[in-house]
């Protein structure tokens, strides 16, 4: 009998593991995977990885042991493995059940064990972090039963960041002075009184494009009087959308910050980004040089006849390239490379983006599903209309795509759509967060990942949204890495740990829609893996790509 095929993809703070029981395609009594970790929680030896949902639905509070309510999925994550202590290795045994739901039978001899550990935040010369957000997940739900309340709001904040809110304020030590280029500069609880008690050189370029400093008015009244602080407003673009820092020594650069998030509370906690690090001196400097450019506010043009990738850099085992826009339409500068990866791409596509427009972008990932690869993708849409004109209520006007392995199959619906009433019995509720938005945004990342399970990945990440907007007429930065096997493993833990939140809400939503279900529930024979098994679906393309078969 052949045994269970394991792969794991390793995070800084979660294990995602897939795995794969070709056997299992041939039994009608299939019923799933069984998961052992050791050690366990705590202090036990050992525990089966729970599940939210049994044979009989779920049960508000309580959680069931995989050995009893098997795992019917052919990834799963382990979300309670110590990311302060990473020295830990963990065994993971996965076991196929077979049976009934009253005669549940683990198959010792098809059973497979892998042994891993948790990434450090800095690997290699690179910080990764990435937050929690997802204020409507059961996690979320389960640490603040009560909701949020103004003595429990910083606690919240401060779960949903898990981390990335110390980032910047870490960023600033033992550095000479600083300098960078910010779009939105608005966090009163970390940023900011960072910035303020910073004691040297802090020079920041900010975006004043409408040339009234109101977006970043409370930054500018905290800082700009400050002797230390330089404030460099830049008005003459559509919008300065950069969020990067740069460490000096001297004065040279010599470590880079950059990612999705920006600098404001929400960016951190609520709307689901990440940061990087780079201690990499020589791509610094580039960022550097894009900063001191964008110091002058030189005209759109000027910035335009500037734009190109830059020359390869090997640092640690990774090829990166930079990019700086806005470039002179109708261009391809910065797209081109990308195009050109997914249309080499051997394995898989996937991505996360806020608002993309680029149609050539959009259709060369669908013909890479197409051609029979894995394809996943998240987006987060706004109404093309500004929100504060067509609506004060976020789930009017915000969106979430998920594209799930192939064009047409694909869902979007509106936060309006996950009502409090409406959701599965002892399950979360979709909620826009707390605070009033006036931009209502869930996903913001900026990243494709191209063959993230293979030795070879190519990763696309930075502040562009991929978008015409973002092209030509932002400042914006963009990175090309290649070589970062753990880095896209990172990145492709995470993008899943989003996607099956949302995707589950909306299975959900669907089945109560054709008056299915009235909750989920375990199924009591094989055909939770129907698709899965199916040669002609795209779930068992996924299934195989993930094991690495």
Request: with cysteine; net charge positive.
């Amino acid at each position: 009998m052949e045994k269970v095929k394991i792969k794991p993809y390793i995070g800084t703070k979660m294990i995602l593991l897939a795995f794969n029981w070709e056997s299992g395609k041939d039994r009608s009594d299939f019923l799933g995977f069984a998961i052992k970790r050791s050690p366990g929680y705590g202090k036990a030896k050992e525990n089966w990885l729970p599940n939210r949902i049994s044979f009989d639905g779920p049960v508000k509070g309580r959680e069931f042991p995989s050995n009893k309510s098997p795992i019917q999925k052919f990834m799963w994550w382990d979300n309670r493995v110590n990311h302060k202590d990473r020295s830990i290795e963990y065994t993971y045994t996965i076991y196929p059940v077979v049976g009934s739901k009253d005669n549940l039978n683990l198959v010792e001899n098809a059973k497979s064990s892998i042994k891993t550990k948790l990434l450090p935040d800095e690997f290699n010369g690179v910080g990764t972090y990435f937050n929690r957000a997802v204020v409507s997940s059961q996690a979320f739900s389960k640490k603040f039963p009560k909701g949020v309340t103004s003595a429990n709001k910083l606690k919240a904040l401060k779960w949903l960041a898990d981390g990335l809110e110390q980032v910047i304020p870490s960023f600033l030590n033992n550095s000479d002075a600083v300098e960078g280029a910010i779009y939105h500069l608005e966090d009163k609880y970390w940023i900011i009184p960072a910035f303020e008690d910073y004691p040297k050189s802090i020079s920041l370029v900010y975006d004043n494009a409408k040339g009234d400093d109101k977006t970043n008015s409370y930054a500018v009244s905290k800082l700009g009087g400050t002797a230390h602080v330089q404030l460099l407003p830049r008005t003459r673009t559509s919008i300065m959308h950069n969020k990067f820092l740069v460490r000096l020594t001297g004065n040279k650069a010599t470590e880079v910050l950059m990612g999705s998030a920006n600098f404001t509370t929400d960016g951190l906690s609520q709307q689901a980004n990440y940061l990087h690090t780079f201690a990499c001196p020589e791509l610094a400097g580039h960022y550097l040089g894009r900063k001191r450019i964008l110091e002058d506010d030189p005209k759109k043009a000027e910035t335009a006849k500037l734009a190109e990738w830059s020359d390869e850099i090997t640092f640690n085992g990774l090829q990166i390239r930079a990019y700086f826009s806005p470039e002179k339409k109708p261009g391809r500068i910065a797209m081109s490379p990308i195009i050109d990866a997914i249309n080499n791409a051997k394995k898989s596509v996937v991505f996360s983006l806020f608002s993309p427009t680029d149609s050539e972008l959009r259709n060369v990932i669908f013909e890479a599903a197409d051609r029979g690869l894995m394809m996943f993708g998240l987006i987060n849409k706004v109404d093309d209309t500004k929100p504060e004109r067509t609506s004060e209520r976020a789930d009017v006007v915000a969106r979430v795509e998920i594209y799930h392995r192939s064009k047409n199959n694909k869902d979007v619906y509106g936060h309006s759509y996950f009502k409090k009433d409406e959701a599965p019995d002892g399950f979360w509720w979709e909620k826009s967060g707390f605070g009033k938005r006036k931009h209502p945004v869930y996903i913001h990342h900026k990243f494709i990942v191209i063959d993230a399970e293979t030795d070879n990945p190519t990763i696309y990440t930075g502040s562009a949204n991929m978008s015409s907007n973002s092209n030509y007429n932002n400042d914006e930065n963009l990175l090309e890495i290649k070589g970062g096997k753990e880095l896209a493993s990172i990145y492709l833990a995470e993008f899943l740990r989003l996607y099956e939140h949302y995707r589950a809400r909306v299975q959900w939503d669907d089945f109560i829609k054709k008056g299915e279900k009235s909750t989920y529930k375990l199924a009591g024979n094989s055909r939770w893996a129907k698709d899965d098994y199916d040669s002609n679906n795209p779930k068992s393309k996924s299934r195989l790509s993930m094991v690495g078969q």
